[in-house]
């Protein structure tokens, strides 16, 4: 059995109505041993007050949790340093939102994905610094790269 729903995401329209675009989705596929949870975050920002909830209560399922990275921005880095809740990106996740993701849906994996060119050289770095800050498995998915099989089977 294959079940989904999707999850807010925030990714405004171009023309700046101030609708969103954007949707997550989690996925869960039942088996004979159980189920396995797969969510992926869509292109979308991080608004910590309305989407922590809703990934804290993803992270029972401990789901393989696919990012959508997106970019990184110096308003990130500001707002870290400083701890403002206003530092994140206005569109996508860059790499604080997606760290503030990981940490609110305590995934078993983590794939980055819709990796921008200006995170190309670094985006290994950064699955290391995932796998070593989290302790979990993270991968990288880059266009024309076959990556590793993640295990879905109901019995991990």
Not at 15 to 34: P, Q, S, Y
Not at 40 to 61: C, H, K, N
Not at 150 to 156: A, I, K, N, T
Request: charged share 20%; glycine share 12%; with cysteine.
């Amino acid at each position: 059995d294959l079940w989904m729903r999707p999850l807010p995401a925030r990714h405004l329209v171009c023309d700046g109505d101030g609708r969103d675009t954007a949707v997550g989705l989690h996925f869960k596929v039942k088996c004979d041993g159980g189920e396995r949870h797969l969510v992926i975050s869509g292109d979308t920002a991080w608004e910590a007050e309305s989407m922590v909830p809703v990934y804290r209560q993803l992270a029972g399922f401990h789901p393989i949790l696919v990012v959508h990275v997106s970019t990184a921005c110096s308003v990130e880095a500001l707002g870290a340093l400083h701890q403002d809740s206003s530092g994140y990106h206005g569109n996508h996740l860059g790499i604080r939102g997606a760290m503030e993701m990981i940490q609110a849906c305590d995934p078993s994996h983590v794939v980055l994905s819709e990796v921008g060119e200006e995170l190309n050289a670094v985006i290994g770095d950064l699955a290391l610094l995932v796998t070593q800050g989290f302790g979990i498995p993270c991968t990288v998915g880059m266009m024309g790269t076959t990556g590793e099989v993640l295990p879905l089977s109901c019995d991990e």
